[in-house]
T-cell receptor, first 112, second 120 residues
């Protein structure tokens, strides 16, 4: 069983739609949860960071963590064509100075 | 401020040859990580430097891979001899030892654009 499972998509939505991206994980020791966004031919860029369970909102983006279900989500409201990218979930056991464990990434296309 | 840079952006070599990838982290970042993404798979951790010391090399696939970080600045990852299964995108990431005020997380890892390695 992989440590982190993420549906690779691709996912195609119309502009303005609400997008839901999800990951499940098996390692209950994970405490730090991140969403990275990667544009084509670029490196991953941190989008959202959450510690333990709960919600975090940043503009049009909301990250949710449910540790009891080992399930994390990223919601994008009012999606824009510029949101078209690959979204990667990543996790770590400790904060800082530790390697990240990634999901495969979900490729998202927002159609104008 | 310059981000993490990697060189070359793309390398095509034949099986059995040697390739050296270079990463220049953000100035002042003592943590340096190497990751790799093989086609169709997730990004996987290779190793972690703190300054010039190898903190964790548990992800290195075998002894054909050699990473160095002389003087705690830039790092190189050498593959010798290269095999077909080494093809993929190699990412480097860096982070400070202590969180900065501008960081969106305690210890955000900043990624470079990657080096695409193709072994034929």
């Amino acid at each position: 069983q992989k440590e982190v499972e993420q549906d690779p998509g691709p996912l195609s939505v119309p502009e303005g739609a609400i997008v839901s991206l999800n990951c499940t994980y098996s390692n209950s020791a994970f405490q730090y949860f991140m969403w990275y966004r990667q544009y084509s031919r670029k490196g991953p860029e941190l989008l959202m960071y959450t510690y333990s369970s709960g919600n975090k909102e940043d503009g049009r983006f909301t990250a949710q963590v449910d540790k009891s279900s080992k399930y994390i989500s990223l919601f994008i409201r009012d999606s824009q064509p510029s949101d078209s990218a690959t979204y990667l979930c990543a996790m770590s056991v400790n904060s800082g100075n530790t390697p990240l464990v990634f999901g495969k990434g979900t490729r998202l296309s927002v159609i104008a | 401020e310059a981000g993490v840079t990697q060189f070359p952006s793309h390398s095509v070599i034949e099986k059995g040859q040697t390739v050296t990838l270079r990463c220049d982290p953000i100035s002042g970042h003592d943590n340096l990580y190497w990751y790799r993404r093989v086609m169709g798979k997730e990004i996987k951790f290779l190793l972690h430097f703190v300054k010039e010391s190898k903190q964790d090399e548990s992800g290195m696939p075998n002894n054909r891979f050699l990473a160095e970080r002389t003087g705690g600045t830039y790092s190189t990852l050498k593959v010798q001899p290269a095999e077909l299964e080494d093809s993929g995108v190699y990412f480097c990431a860096s982070s400070p030892l202590l969180p900065g005020l501008a960081s969106r997380s305690s210890y955000e890892q900043y990624f470079g654009p990657g080096t695409r390695l193709t072994v034929t």
